[in-house]
């Protein structure tokens, strides 16, 4: 038996999910499968909340992606669950001359994007839930927040009709299979399998890709205390200390993370429990940057994963041997809010036939090392 369509999009997180609502609007036959289920809790995209930031140091391409993946973000959320999105706003705290920050502000001031500069009076004036260090200082991205990721993907597939299947899919030669036996038959396949790509194609992606074990924790707030919710505080990325958290939403719980990777792990097979050395560092940050919340208890952990490049750069390209076939991931811990831009990207590059930019391609992947910052 064969699954038939004009464009098979394998993997349903954000890169895939994005692709497949894309090609189905410029009236290609989709089908869009998953192993797991859209973002699921294996996934990457299957993650409680993700920031969505235009801030990208001199990366201006980024920001140019956050820009036109926030307008598609909001049209879709206005559309189906205003409760999906949070403008808390980001906050990025600098050490004095810091030279992310200072590129940021200025590609935001060049993209037209708005923020504020802080001193480090009017930080702890603003937002005294923040211990700083002195001379700290900050760039406030008001229009920032943080998207639902898990609940947006799944509702974005839902409320789209994506037409949608489970299955476990394989490349035998030049053939895709499923677990259960199906050829999957299509024009071109785009496999946006996330962490799971180099065990897809170790031959050519084995040393490119590698998924680091990322440890995220959720602190409970005092009863009745609302300083640390959405309504009143912004997300934030601490730069030089390379911690970045969310608010408590939904009653979740003050999300913190530690951005520096991981070892590396199996997507399929990690167990997925924190680890003392990952707490305890977790909880020693909380207490210096957050002095109300030191001794908060532990309420929720999840351990995720990136899927690293060298350079953090996505991968968006062909297989070098099968030109109908697309690897598009790479997300190294920065990709989500990424997802309707990529799927606009890609399906250009589908339907257009250009090559991609070299920025994206195979070949400009390094064949070994881990990114070592979202940024
Ligand atoms: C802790 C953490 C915090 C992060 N914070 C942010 C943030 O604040 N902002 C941001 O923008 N990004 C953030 N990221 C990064 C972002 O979540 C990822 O870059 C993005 O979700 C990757 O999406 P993806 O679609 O490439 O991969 P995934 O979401 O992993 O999707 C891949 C899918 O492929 C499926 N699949 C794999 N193999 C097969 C197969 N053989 N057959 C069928 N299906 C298959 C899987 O089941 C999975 O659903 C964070 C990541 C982590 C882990």
């Known amino acids: 038996m064969s699954l038939l369509a004009d464009v098979a999009v394998i993997g349903a997180g954000s890169f895939g999910a994005w692709t497949a609502w894309h090609l189905e609007r410029a009236g290609r036959r989709v089908l869009l499968i998953d192993a797991y289920g859209p973002a699921n809790s294996r996934a990457s995209s299957g993650g409680e909340s993700r920031i969505i930031r235009m801030g990208y140091g ?49 590609v935001l001031s060049r993209c037209g994007v708005s923020f504020e500069k802080l001193e480090e009076a009017d930080l702890r004036r603003r937002w005294p839930q923040f211990s700083c260090e002195p001379g700290a200082w900050a760039i406030f991205e008001p229009d920032a927040g943080a998207l639902m990721a898990r609940r947006a993907i799944q509702t974005l597939v839902r409320t789209s009709h994506l037409p949608y299947v489970q299955r476990a899919v394989k490349l035998e030669g030049a053939s895709v299979q499923t677990n259960l036996g199906e050829s999957v038959s299509a024009g071109a396949y785009v496999f946006a399998c996330g962490p799971w790509l180099a065990k897809l194609f170790p031959e050519i992606l084995a040393r490119r890709i590698a998924p680091s074990r990322q440890e995220v924790f959720f602190f409970g707030p005092p009863p009745g205390e609302v300083r640390f919710g959405a309504s009143h505080m912004p997300c934030w990325v601490d730069i030089a200390g390379q911690f970045y958290g969310i608010p408590d939403l939904e009653g979740r719980g003050f999300k913190l993370a530690h951005d520096a990777r991981g070892p590396v792990i199996d997507p399929d097979t990690e167990q997925r429990e924190p680890s003392p050395e990952a707490l305890d560092r977790a909880r020693r940050y909380l207490s210096r940057r957050f002095p109300a919340l030191a001794g908060a208890p532990l309420i929720e952990t999840r351990i995720c994963q990136y899927e690293n490049t060298a350079n953090s750069e ?18 190294s811990g920065h990709g989500f809010k990424h997802g309707p831009a990529v799927g606009e990207y890609l399906t250009g590059l589908l339907l257009g036939g250009d090559r991609p930019d070299d920025r994206f391609s195979l070949a400009s992947k390094a064949e070994q090392g881990l990114a070592q910052s979202s940024l």
């Open 58 to 106: 001199a990366r201006e391409i980024y920001t140019r992606w956050s820009i036109g993946s926030m307008a598609l973000w909001r049209e879709f959320i206005d559309r189906t669950d205003p409760s999906l999105f949070h403008q808390c706003g980001c906050l990025w705290i600098a050490a004095p001359g810091e030279p992310f920050a200072t590129d940021t502000a200025a």
């Open 314 to 331: 996505y991968l968006i390209d062909r297989h070098p041997e099968l030109p109908n076939v697309w690897l598009v991931g790479g997300g």
